[in-house]
């Protein structure tokens, strides 16, 4: 639904950004229990050969935080750029509708005192009401 090979069976882009962000959530309930267990999740794992000298909790532990902590990476950098794409769109779609980006500076749009006196004094007078 977001990369998939065929455009017209993905997702749209104000659609990807929150498939994302839940596919970032969902692995928090895995990589809670490898990361927290107190012992060993999978006793087929539990053997007397250990690479790197790793003990089964160290391994456990190391494999919930890379799930979570790259894989969360890695999903929520995809949804910077989707977002930062769906801007881009949105704004080619206004200029083709004819609207312009309000570039001025902001202190062209800053109200100062002076304006407010000189309006006062140029303005006629309210008219009378019976």
């Known amino acids: ?54 003990s089964v909790a160290y391994d456990q532990q190391a494999a919930g935080m890379i799930m979570k902590v790259v894989g969360g990476t890695y999903l929520w950098v995809l949804i910077g750029i989707l977002f930062i794409r769906f801007v881009q ?20 749009d800053l109200l100062t005192w002076a304006d407010v006196e000189h309006e006062l004094a140029t303005a006629p007078p309210a008219p009378l009401e019976p």
């Open 89 to 108: 769109a949105s704004e080619h779609g206004d200029r083709a509708r004819g609207i312009k980006p309000d570039r001025r500076a902001p202190e062209a």
């Open 1 to 54: 639904p977001v990369c998939g090979p065929l455009p017209e069976l993905r997702f749209s882009l104000f659609v990807q950004m929150p498939y994302l962000f839940l596919q970032s959530i969902i692995p928090t309930v895995p990589a809670g229990w490898l990361t927290f267990a107190e012992g060993v999740v999978y006793s087929s794992y539990d053997r007397s050969y250990r690479l790197w000298g790793m």
